[in-house]
Protein backbone atom coordinates (compact mmCIF):
# COMPACT_ATOMS: atom_id res chain seq x y z
CA UNK A 1 0.00 0.00 0.00
CA UNK A 2 1.14 3.57 -0.47
CA UNK A 3 1.75 5.70 2.02
CA UNK A 4 0.20 8.87 1.96
CA UNK A 5 0.81 11.38 4.59
CA UNK A 6 -0.53 14.73 5.86
CA UNK A 7 0.78 17.60 8.23
CA UNK A 8 0.21 17.31 12.64
CA UNK A 9 2.67 19.73 13.19
CA UNK A 10 4.61 22.98 11.90
CA UNK A 11 7.20 25.24 13.15
CA UNK A 12 8.53 28.35 11.82
CA UNK A 13 11.87 30.48 12.41
CA UNK A 14 13.52 33.26 11.38
CA UNK A 15 16.91 33.41 10.51
CA UNK A 16 18.65 36.79 9.63
CA UNK A 17 21.95 36.91 7.27
CA UNK A 18 23.97 39.76 6.61
CA UNK A 19 26.02 40.03 3.57
CA UNK A 20 29.52 40.52 3.15
CA UNK A 21 29.15 42.20 0.24
CA UNK A 22 26.26 43.79 -1.63
CA UNK A 23 24.83 42.31 -4.24
CA UNK A 24 22.86 43.86 -7.14
CA UNK A 25 19.36 42.82 -7.93
CA UNK A 26 18.32 45.00 -11.23
CA UNK A 27 17.69 48.42 -9.84
CA UNK A 28 17.85 46.88 -6.18
CA UNK A 29 21.10 46.08 -4.02
CA UNK A 30 20.91 43.25 -1.42
CA UNK A 31 22.77 43.85 2.08
CA UNK A 32 21.01 41.16 3.99
CA UNK A 33 18.03 38.59 3.96
CA UNK A 34 15.72 36.83 6.28
CA UNK A 35 15.97 32.70 5.93
CA UNK A 36 12.65 31.02 6.50
CA UNK A 37 13.16 27.67 8.41
CA UNK A 38 10.54 24.88 8.22
CA UNK A 39 9.92 22.21 10.59
CA UNK A 40 6.89 20.18 9.89
CA UNK A 41 5.82 16.78 11.29
CA UNK A 42 4.03 14.12 9.09
CA UNK A 43 2.05 11.21 9.98
CA UNK A 44 1.13 8.33 7.91
CA UNK A 45 -2.34 7.79 9.82
CA UNK A 46 -1.03 4.84 11.54
CA UNK A 47 0.61 6.65 13.94
CA UNK A 48 4.13 6.63 12.32
CA UNK A 49 5.57 10.16 12.20
CA UNK A 50 8.43 12.18 11.07
CA UNK A 51 9.83 15.63 10.98
CA UNK A 52 10.90 16.86 7.70
CA UNK A 53 13.04 20.59 7.33
CA UNK A 54 12.85 23.03 4.67
CA UNK A 55 14.16 26.37 4.53
CA UNK A 56 14.45 29.83 1.83
CA UNK A 57 16.17 33.34 1.80
CA UNK A 58 12.69 35.62 1.17
CA UNK A 59 15.00 37.67 -0.96
CA UNK A 60 12.77 40.36 -1.06
CA UNK A 61 14.52 42.53 -4.00
CA UNK A 62 14.11 39.89 -6.69
CA UNK A 63 10.95 38.38 -5.94
CA UNK A 64 8.88 41.61 -5.12
CA UNK A 65 10.69 44.64 -6.95
CA UNK A 66 8.89 47.75 -6.12
CA UNK A 67 9.47 51.21 -4.97
CA UNK A 68 8.50 50.10 -1.62
CA UNK A 69 10.30 49.95 1.38
CA UNK A 70 12.82 47.21 1.97
CA UNK A 71 11.11 46.74 5.38
CA UNK A 72 7.31 47.02 4.43
CA UNK A 73 7.64 44.11 1.96
CA UNK A 74 9.66 42.01 4.35
CA UNK A 75 7.40 42.40 6.77
CA UNK A 76 4.65 41.88 4.87
CA UNK A 77 6.49 38.35 3.50
CA UNK A 78 7.15 37.39 6.77
CA UNK A 79 3.75 37.80 8.24
CA UNK A 80 2.69 35.72 5.16
CA UNK A 81 4.95 32.78 6.61
CA UNK A 82 3.00 32.95 9.67
CA UNK A 83 -0.19 32.54 7.62
CA UNK A 84 1.58 29.56 5.85
CA UNK A 85 2.54 27.69 8.77
CA UNK A 86 -1.23 27.76 10.18
CA UNK A 87 -2.90 26.94 6.60
CA UNK A 88 -0.06 23.97 6.18
CA UNK A 89 -1.59 22.83 9.84
CA UNK A 90 -5.43 22.96 8.44
CA UNK A 91 -4.56 20.66 5.57
CA UNK A 92 -6.45 17.82 5.91
CA UNK A 93 -6.33 15.94 2.56
CA UNK A 94 -3.69 12.64 2.56
CA UNK A 95 -1.16 11.90 0.01
CA UNK A 96 1.83 12.02 -1.55
CA UNK A 97 4.15 15.26 -1.00
CA UNK A 98 3.82 16.25 -4.83
CA UNK A 99 0.12 15.58 -4.66
CA UNK A 100 -0.52 17.83 -1.45
CA UNK A 101 1.89 20.23 -2.68
CA UNK A 102 0.39 21.01 -6.18
CA UNK A 103 -3.18 21.11 -4.46
CA UNK A 104 -1.96 23.28 -1.90
CA UNK A 105 -0.50 25.97 -4.32
CA UNK A 106 -3.67 25.56 -6.74
CA UNK A 107 -5.97 25.70 -4.54
CA UNK A 108 -4.67 27.28 -1.06
CA UNK A 109 -2.07 29.29 -1.81
CA UNK A 110 -3.86 31.90 -4.53
CA UNK A 111 -7.14 32.63 -1.77
CA UNK A 112 -3.94 33.06 1.09
CA UNK A 113 -2.19 35.63 -0.58
CA UNK A 114 -5.61 37.07 -2.04
CA UNK A 115 -6.60 37.50 1.81
CA UNK A 116 -3.03 38.70 2.56
CA UNK A 117 -3.36 41.46 -0.09
CA UNK A 118 -7.16 42.26 0.72
CA UNK A 119 -5.64 42.98 4.31
CA UNK A 120 -2.82 45.32 3.14
CA UNK A 121 -5.84 47.71 2.33
CA UNK A 122 -6.96 49.60 -0.85
CA UNK A 123 -4.45 51.06 -2.84
CA UNK A 124 -1.75 49.28 -1.81
CA UNK A 125 0.56 47.44 -3.51
CA UNK A 126 -0.54 44.04 -3.43
CA UNK A 127 2.48 41.18 -3.21
CA UNK A 128 3.46 38.98 -6.55
CA UNK A 129 2.78 35.83 -6.71
CA UNK A 130 6.40 35.29 -7.46
CA UNK A 131 7.09 36.37 -3.63
CA UNK A 132 3.68 34.14 -1.92
CA UNK A 133 5.67 30.98 -3.78
CA UNK A 134 9.14 31.76 -1.92
CA UNK A 135 7.50 32.12 0.90
CA UNK A 136 5.79 28.84 0.46
CA UNK A 137 8.57 26.93 -0.57
CA UNK A 138 9.78 26.09 2.96
CA UNK A 139 7.19 24.58 3.51
CA UNK A 140 6.83 22.84 0.41
CA UNK A 141 10.60 21.44 0.76
CA UNK A 142 10.07 20.67 4.82
CA UNK A 143 6.90 18.55 3.17
CA UNK A 144 9.14 16.07 1.09
CA UNK A 145 11.69 15.85 3.44
CA UNK A 146 9.37 14.42 5.94
CA UNK A 147 7.80 12.26 3.28
CA UNK A 148 11.64 10.73 3.04
CA UNK A 149 12.39 10.59 6.46
CA UNK A 150 9.12 8.46 7.61
CA UNK A 151 9.54 5.94 4.73
CA UNK A 152 13.08 5.76 5.35
CA UNK A 153 14.47 6.88 1.60
CA UNK A 154 16.19 9.90 0.02
CA UNK A 155 13.30 11.97 -1.36
CA UNK A 156 14.30 11.16 -5.02
CA UNK A 157 13.85 7.51 -4.55
CA UNK A 158 9.80 8.21 -4.01
CA UNK A 159 9.05 10.26 -7.55
CA UNK A 160 7.95 7.04 -9.15
CA UNK A 161 4.77 5.04 -9.05
CA UNK A 162 6.05 2.58 -6.32
CA UNK A 163 4.82 5.56 -3.84
CA UNK A 164 2.93 8.29 -5.95
CA UNK A 165 -0.76 7.11 -6.18
CA UNK A 166 -1.68 8.95 -9.60
CA UNK A 167 0.94 9.78 -12.66
CA UNK A 168 1.49 13.28 -13.93
CA UNK A 169 -1.75 13.39 -16.35
CA UNK A 170 -3.19 14.14 -13.15
CA UNK A 171 -1.08 17.62 -13.10
CA UNK A 172 0.31 18.86 -16.50
CA UNK A 173 -1.66 19.18 -20.38
CA UNK A 174 1.42 18.77 -23.04
CA UNK A 175 1.33 22.08 -26.04
CA UNK A 176 -1.17 22.15 -28.50
CA UNK A 177 0.15 19.56 -31.22
CA UNK A 178 2.85 18.22 -29.20
CA UNK A 179 3.72 14.41 -29.68
CA UNK A 180 3.42 14.32 -25.64
CA UNK A 181 1.74 12.07 -23.08
CA UNK A 182 1.86 12.09 -19.80
CA UNK A 183 -0.41 9.35 -18.96
CA UNK A 184 1.56 6.45 -17.11
CA UNK A 185 4.67 8.80 -16.61
CA UNK A 186 5.81 9.98 -13.40
CA UNK A 187 8.73 12.40 -12.14
CA UNK A 188 11.06 9.66 -11.91
CA UNK A 189 10.97 9.21 -15.68
CA UNK A 190 12.47 12.49 -16.53
CA UNK A 191 15.29 12.37 -13.67
CA UNK A 192 18.43 10.92 -14.00
CA UNK A 193 20.97 9.59 -11.79
CA UNK A 194 22.80 12.05 -9.85
CA UNK A 195 26.66 12.69 -10.25
CA UNK A 196 28.43 13.23 -6.88
CA UNK A 197 30.03 16.53 -7.77
CA UNK A 198 28.84 19.22 -10.26
CA UNK A 199 30.39 22.34 -11.82
CA UNK A 200 29.64 25.44 -10.01
CA UNK A 201 28.56 29.16 -11.48
CA UNK A 202 30.01 31.90 -10.13
CA UNK A 203 28.03 35.16 -9.96
CA UNK A 204 29.87 38.31 -10.99
CA UNK A 205 26.54 41.00 -9.26
CA UNK A 206 26.62 44.31 -10.83
CA UNK A 207 28.54 45.56 -7.75
CA UNK A 208 31.54 43.27 -7.42
CA UNK A 209 35.02 43.97 -8.33
CA UNK A 210 36.75 43.62 -11.33
CA UNK A 211 40.58 44.84 -10.81
CA UNK A 212 42.35 46.31 -8.43
CA UNK A 213 41.86 49.54 -9.90
CA UNK A 214 38.78 49.36 -8.34
CA UNK A 215 39.74 48.66 -4.75
CA UNK A 216 38.90 52.19 -2.60
CA UNK A 217 40.20 50.64 0.49
CA UNK A 218 36.71 49.81 2.42
CA UNK A 219 36.52 46.61 1.17
CA UNK A 220 35.61 43.86 3.64
CA UNK A 221 39.32 41.68 5.00
CA UNK A 222 37.55 38.68 6.33
CA UNK A 223 39.99 36.41 4.39
CA UNK A 224 37.39 35.99 1.62
CA UNK A 225 38.36 36.79 -2.47
CA UNK A 226 37.16 40.45 -3.35
CA UNK A 227 38.22 40.72 -6.97
CA UNK A 228 37.18 37.83 -9.67
CA UNK A 229 40.29 36.98 -10.77
CA UNK A 230 41.34 36.15 -6.64
CA UNK A 231 38.03 34.18 -6.64
CA UNK A 232 38.80 32.66 -9.88
CA UNK A 233 42.19 31.27 -8.85
CA UNK A 234 40.85 30.06 -5.12
CA UNK A 235 38.04 27.89 -5.93
CA UNK A 236 39.49 26.92 -9.57
CA UNK A 237 36.27 28.56 -11.39
CA UNK A 238 35.02 27.14 -14.89
CA UNK A 239 32.02 29.21 -15.13
CA UNK A 240 30.63 32.79 -14.31
CA UNK A 241 27.01 34.27 -14.41
CA UNK A 242 27.28 37.89 -15.35
CA UNK A 243 24.34 40.27 -13.70
CA UNK A 244 23.39 43.35 -16.29
CA UNK A 245 21.42 45.96 -16.04
CA UNK A 246 18.91 45.70 -18.97
CA UNK A 247 19.12 49.62 -19.25
CA UNK A 248 22.30 50.68 -20.21
CA UNK A 249 23.13 48.74 -23.40
CA UNK A 250 27.06 50.54 -23.39
CA UNK A 251 27.43 49.41 -19.37
CA UNK A 252 26.37 46.03 -20.21
CA UNK A 253 28.46 45.40 -23.22
CA UNK A 254 31.63 46.48 -21.33
CA UNK A 255 30.99 44.72 -18.42
CA UNK A 256 30.55 41.36 -20.44
CA UNK A 257 33.76 42.27 -22.42
CA UNK A 258 35.41 43.24 -18.89
CA UNK A 259 34.59 40.06 -17.38
CA UNK A 260 35.35 38.36 -20.58
CA UNK A 261 38.77 39.15 -20.74
CA UNK A 262 39.34 37.81 -17.50
CA UNK A 263 37.56 34.93 -18.11
CA UNK A 264 39.97 34.19 -21.32
CA UNK A 265 43.27 35.15 -19.00
CA UNK A 266 41.98 32.63 -16.43
CA UNK A 267 40.94 29.89 -18.62
CA UNK A 268 37.65 29.93 -18.15
CA UNK A 269 34.94 28.19 -20.11
CA UNK A 270 31.91 29.44 -20.21
CA UNK A 271 29.68 32.90 -19.26
CA UNK A 272 26.01 33.47 -19.24
CA UNK A 273 24.28 36.90 -19.04
CA UNK A 274 21.76 37.59 -16.91
CA UNK A 275 19.29 40.78 -17.39
CA UNK A 276 17.03 40.62 -14.63
CA UNK A 277 13.58 41.05 -16.54
CA UNK A 278 14.85 45.20 -17.07
CA UNK A 279 14.25 44.35 -20.92
CA UNK A 280 11.52 45.88 -22.70
CA UNK A 281 12.57 45.37 -26.85
CA UNK A 282 14.35 42.37 -28.03
CA UNK A 283 16.86 44.42 -30.31
CA UNK A 284 18.32 45.30 -26.80
CA UNK A 285 20.43 42.24 -26.36
CA UNK A 286 20.31 41.20 -29.79
CA UNK A 287 22.51 44.32 -30.50
CA UNK A 288 24.81 43.48 -27.45
CA UNK A 289 24.98 40.07 -28.89
CA UNK A 290 25.93 40.84 -32.35
CA UNK A 291 28.17 43.74 -31.07
CA UNK A 292 29.86 40.75 -29.69
CA UNK A 293 30.17 38.39 -31.94
CA UNK A 294 31.47 40.75 -34.46
CA UNK A 295 34.11 42.62 -32.01
CA UNK A 296 34.83 39.88 -29.37
CA UNK A 297 34.25 36.54 -31.28
CA UNK A 298 35.56 34.62 -28.33
CA UNK A 299 33.67 36.06 -25.59
CA UNK A 300 30.39 35.45 -27.94
CA UNK A 301 31.31 32.04 -27.86
CA UNK A 302 32.16 31.32 -24.71
CA UNK A 303 27.95 32.51 -23.51
CA UNK A 304 26.15 29.55 -23.13
CA UNK A 305 22.89 31.04 -22.31
CA UNK A 306 21.12 34.39 -22.10
CA UNK A 307 18.63 34.57 -19.16
CA UNK A 308 15.64 36.11 -18.04
CA UNK A 309 15.78 39.60 -20.18
CA UNK A 310 12.71 40.58 -20.20
CA UNK A 311 9.79 41.57 -17.67
CA UNK A 312 8.95 38.44 -15.39
CA UNK A 313 4.94 38.64 -16.03
CA UNK A 314 4.65 36.85 -19.22
CA UNK A 315 1.49 37.10 -19.34
CA UNK A 316 1.46 40.67 -19.25
CA UNK A 317 4.01 41.18 -21.36
CA UNK A 318 3.52 38.47 -24.62
CA UNK A 319 7.04 39.34 -26.39
CA UNK A 320 8.17 37.12 -29.14
CA UNK A 321 11.64 36.52 -28.72
CA UNK A 322 12.54 34.36 -31.21
CA UNK A 323 14.95 36.65 -32.87
CA UNK A 324 16.66 35.96 -28.99
CA UNK A 325 16.80 32.43 -28.81
CA UNK A 326 17.93 32.54 -32.72
CA UNK A 327 21.06 33.79 -31.61
CA UNK A 328 21.56 31.59 -27.92
CA UNK A 329 19.74 29.52 -25.93
CA UNK A 330 17.04 31.75 -24.17
CA UNK A 331 16.59 30.71 -19.91
CA UNK A 332 13.32 31.65 -18.31
CA UNK A 333 13.85 32.24 -14.76
CA UNK A 334 11.64 34.93 -12.76
CA UNK A 335 9.08 33.83 -15.51
CA UNK A 336 8.88 30.25 -15.31
CA UNK A 337 6.32 29.98 -11.68
CA UNK A 338 4.87 27.01 -13.03
CA UNK A 339 4.47 24.44 -16.18
CA UNK A 340 1.30 26.57 -17.63
CA UNK A 341 3.37 29.84 -17.97
CA UNK A 342 6.67 27.60 -19.58
CA UNK A 343 4.36 26.63 -22.05
CA UNK A 344 3.29 30.08 -22.79
CA UNK A 345 6.99 30.90 -22.68
CA UNK A 346 8.03 28.28 -25.48
CA UNK A 347 5.03 29.51 -27.56
CA UNK A 348 6.94 32.74 -27.62
CA UNK A 349 10.21 31.65 -28.36
CA UNK A 350 11.85 30.55 -24.95
CA UNK A 351 13.96 27.55 -25.19
CA UNK A 352 15.18 26.80 -21.70
CA UNK A 353 14.12 27.08 -18.06
CA UNK A 354 16.06 28.27 -15.13
CA UNK A 355 14.30 25.73 -12.24
CA UNK A 356 14.57 27.12 -7.99
CA UNK A 357 13.62 25.41 -5.21
CA UNK A 358 12.51 28.72 -4.36
CA UNK A 359 9.25 28.06 -6.15
CA UNK A 360 8.68 25.08 -4.34
CA UNK A 361 10.19 21.16 -4.69
CA UNK A 362 6.61 20.79 -5.89
CA UNK A 363 6.72 23.17 -8.92
CA UNK A 364 10.35 22.70 -9.91
CA UNK A 365 9.40 18.97 -10.55
CA UNK A 366 6.16 19.31 -12.53
CA UNK A 367 8.24 22.11 -15.03
CA UNK A 368 11.17 19.70 -15.26
CA UNK A 369 8.33 16.81 -16.71
CA UNK A 370 6.97 19.32 -18.60
CA UNK A 371 10.03 21.06 -20.25
CA UNK A 372 12.06 18.09 -20.56
CA UNK A 373 9.15 16.17 -22.15
CA UNK A 374 9.04 19.25 -24.85
CA UNK A 375 12.37 19.41 -25.46
CA UNK A 376 13.42 22.46 -23.50
CA UNK A 377 17.16 22.51 -21.74
CA UNK A 378 17.16 23.31 -17.94
CA UNK A 379 19.61 24.76 -15.46
CA UNK A 380 19.32 25.34 -11.66
CA UNK A 381 19.52 28.85 -10.20
CA UNK A 382 20.51 30.03 -7.00
CA UNK A 383 18.50 32.26 -5.28
CA UNK A 384 21.91 32.64 -3.05
CA UNK A 385 20.94 29.95 -0.91
CA UNK A 386 22.87 29.26 2.47
CA UNK A 387 22.74 26.78 5.30
CA UNK A 388 20.07 24.22 4.66
CA UNK A 389 18.51 26.01 1.43
CA UNK A 390 21.67 24.73 -0.50
CA UNK A 391 21.24 21.35 -0.07
CA UNK A 392 17.62 20.93 -1.57
CA UNK A 393 18.74 23.11 -4.18
CA UNK A 394 21.88 21.17 -5.91
CA UNK A 395 20.20 17.82 -5.07
CA UNK A 396 17.35 19.43 -7.94
CA UNK A 397 20.49 20.33 -10.19
CA UNK A 398 21.83 16.93 -9.67
CA UNK A 399 18.97 14.93 -10.61
CA UNK A 400 17.57 17.14 -13.11
CA UNK A 401 20.42 17.33 -15.94
CA UNK A 402 21.31 20.52 -17.02
CA UNK A 403 23.01 22.40 -19.45
CA UNK A 404 25.93 22.67 -17.14
CA UNK A 405 25.95 22.34 -13.24
CA UNK A 406 24.69 24.33 -10.81
CA UNK A 407 24.81 28.09 -9.96
CA UNK A 408 25.80 28.80 -6.52
CA UNK A 409 26.95 31.88 -4.54
CA UNK A 410 25.76 31.96 -1.03
CA UNK A 411 29.23 30.93 -0.37
CA UNK A 412 30.58 34.63 -1.86
CA UNK A 413 27.90 36.71 -0.08
CA UNK A 414 27.58 35.46 3.15
CA UNK A 415 30.00 32.63 3.51
CA UNK A 416 29.95 32.68 7.40
CA UNK A 417 26.27 32.21 7.74
CA UNK A 418 26.82 28.34 6.60
CA UNK A 419 29.40 27.35 9.25
CA UNK A 420 27.77 24.59 10.71
CA UNK A 421 26.01 22.93 7.88
CA UNK A 422 29.80 23.08 6.47
CA UNK A 423 30.98 21.37 9.30
CA UNK A 424 28.91 18.53 8.03
CA UNK A 425 28.68 18.93 4.29
CA UNK A 426 32.21 21.03 3.75
CA UNK A 427 32.32 19.86 -0.17
CA UNK A 428 28.60 22.12 -0.07
CA UNK A 429 29.49 25.38 0.95
CA UNK A 430 33.51 25.68 -0.86
CA UNK A 431 33.81 25.19 -4.46
CA UNK A 432 37.04 23.24 -5.30
CA UNK A 433 38.53 22.85 -8.47
CA UNK A 434 35.22 24.93 -10.26
CA UNK A 435 32.88 22.47 -8.13
CA UNK A 436 30.71 21.50 -5.40
CA UNK A 437 30.77 18.01 -4.03
CA UNK A 438 27.38 16.42 -2.59
CA UNK A 439 28.84 13.18 -1.74
CA UNK A 440 28.21 13.87 1.92
CA UNK A 441 24.59 13.62 1.47
CA UNK A 442 22.82 10.50 3.19
CA UNK A 443 20.37 9.14 4.21
CA UNK A 444 16.46 10.09 3.96
CA UNK A 445 14.66 12.96 3.29
CA UNK A 446 17.75 15.56 1.38
CA UNK A 447 20.11 13.61 3.21
CA UNK A 448 20.49 16.46 5.46
CA UNK A 449 21.73 14.67 8.17
CA UNK A 450 19.98 17.59 10.61
CA UNK A 451 20.96 16.13 13.64
CA UNK A 452 24.55 16.57 13.47
CA UNK A 453 23.87 19.84 12.56
CA UNK A 454 25.03 22.00 15.05
CA UNK A 455 22.83 25.01 14.64
CA UNK A 456 21.29 26.84 17.79
CA UNK A 457 17.96 27.97 16.29
CA UNK A 458 16.49 31.41 17.50
CA UNK A 459 12.38 31.19 19.21
CA UNK A 460 9.77 30.30 17.07
CA UNK A 461 8.05 33.23 14.70
CA UNK A 462 5.03 30.93 14.59
CA UNK A 463 3.95 26.83 15.57
CA UNK A 464 0.91 24.83 15.55
CA UNK A 465 0.34 21.17 15.97
CA UNK A 466 -2.68 19.06 16.30
Known amino acids: MKT?????????????????????????????VI??????????????????WGETPLSVQWTWPSALSYQDRCDAMQDFCRKLAE?????????????????????????????????RGDGAEPMPWL?????????????????GRLVGLPVYWTYGPEHMSVDLAHFLEPAPGAAVSFAGRYPADYL????????????????????????????????????????????????????????????????????????????????????????????YVNEILDRLMRDCPRIYQMILYVEQPFPYDLEANQIDVHSVSARKPLFMDESAHDWR????????????????????????????CWAKAHGMTLMVQDLTNPMLAQIPHVLLAAHAGTIMGVETNAMQFYPAASAPEEAVHPGLYRRREGRVDLSTL?????????????????????????
Open 4 to 32: RIRPVAVDLFFLPVQTRVPLKFGPETLTS
Open 35 to 52: CARVAMTVTDGQGKRAQG
Open 442 to 466: RGPGFGYRIDEIKRRLPEKAAGFAI
Open 131 to 147: AALVCSSAFDIALHDAY
Open 341 to 368: LIRLGRRLGWTGVALKTCKTQTGALLSL
Open 192 to 283: QSPSSSLPAWHLVGGKDLLDASELTGEEPRDGYPVLLADWIERDGLTCLKVKLRGNDAEWDYDRLVQVGRIALEWDVLWLTADFNCTVTDPA
Open 87 to 119: AWIAVADEGHPIELGHRFIESILPNLLSGANAR
